[in-house]
């Protein structure tokens, strides 16, 4: 070949950037294979969803899950929405346990804010993707029935364990899947807010987590994946954890390395892989398309939690 043709050649090359991209596909390959069909609940949650821009990446990737035949379920949250309306209409918020004490009034708001205005942004987010959605609450259809959460606390004088009453502050009891199977079956992704209803006919709220890793149970989900807004679970020299089973949670528990609201998060994952999800993953919602990178490549993101290794 001459110097001239060489040259040509080298002029029609492929961008190395295209390149690149390319050799992505190719490594997500075995991944989309693996995952064609299977069920991922996603909870959204924590400073993702105030950032548009996140927002916005959160639903191309939900909606990119859908179309290379992933059923994805998204569980949100709304702590923040719900503080920042009982403060703009008057009503004081108490925590226990890190848990809102929720009244009658407390419960029609949390209601409000969760099920309309949070539900249906998130809703006209996945459109706006080019993806189909629709709203659920566990009220409708019977989704989620939920009984009155109850929590202990030992008095440090008397060393008497006291009932403390956190109002309409429900856990899912019982998770009726067939709502959502018709929602995915039809093509769509469901996008449930963290309410259920009592056999008192109570409205509960419950902690979006706790939702979560419910649905992702009744649902046998291939992943449960818990946003948040830290790498994931982190040792004490402040390194990523990159794969943990329940004893090694326990084992860090013990030592002090997992504290504070990672406990319950961690709870929460151990508790669905218990209950026969392939895997939790604990990562950072606020890293643009985190969720890909742990989906489609080798090295993944976040912290893996599973039964066994």
């Known amino acids: 070949m001459t110097d001239q043709e060489n040259n040509q050649a080298g002029n029609h090359a492929p961008d190395p950037a295209m390149l ?8 997500a390959l075995p991944y989309l294979q693996r995952y064609a069909g299977k069920t991922f ?21 939900v909606v990119l899950l ?9 569980v949100h949250g709304g702590g923040p929405q719900i503080g920042a309306m009982l403060e703009r209409v008057g009503v004081e918020s108490k925590f226990v346990d890190g848990l809102r004490v929720t009244t009658k009034e407390t419960a029609e708001i949390a209601e409000m804010v969760l099920s309309g205005a949070i539900n249906k942004e998130l809703v006209s987010w996945i459109e706006r993707a080019g993806g189909s959605a629709i709203g659920i609450s566990g009220k409708d259809g019977g989704f989620v029935k939920a009984a009155k959460l109850r929590r202990t606390a030992r008095d440090p004088d008397s060393n008497i364990e006291r009932i403390i009453d956190l109002g309409f ?7 009726d899947r067939s709502v959502v199977d018709m929602i995915s079956t039809a093509g769509m992704i469901p996008v449930i807010a963290p309410i259920g209803v009592g056999e008192d006919g109570h409205t509960y709220n419950i902690n979006a987590d706790t939702m979560a890793g419910a649905v992702a149970a009744a649902l046998r989900a291939s992943r449960l994946f818990l946003l948040t807004d ?39 994952c151990v508790d669905a892989v218990v209950k026969g999800v392939d895997a939790a993953v604990v990562l950072d919602g606020r ?3 985190a969720m890909l990178l742990e989906i489609f490549t080798s090295k993944g993101a976040g912290t893996l939690i599973r039964d066994e290794f």
């Open 169 to 175: 502050v429900g856990e899912p009891k019982r998770v």
């Open 66 to 74: 859908k179309a290379v035949g992933i059923n994805p379920v998204v």
């Open 20 to 27: 690149a991209k390319a050799e992505t596909l190719t490594e």
């Open 287 to 289: 890293v643009p398309h």
């Open 230 to 268: 830290v790498a994931g679970v982190l040792n004490k020299q402040g390194e990523l954890l990159t794969d943990l089973n329940p004893t090694d949670i326990k084992r860090l528990q013990e030592d002090g390395t997992i504290s504070g609201g990672m406990i319950p998060k961690l709870e929460t």
């Open 41 to 61: 609940v996603i909870k959204y949650g924590g400073h993702a969803m105030g950032d548009p821009a996140l927002a916005r990446n959160f639903a191309e990737d």
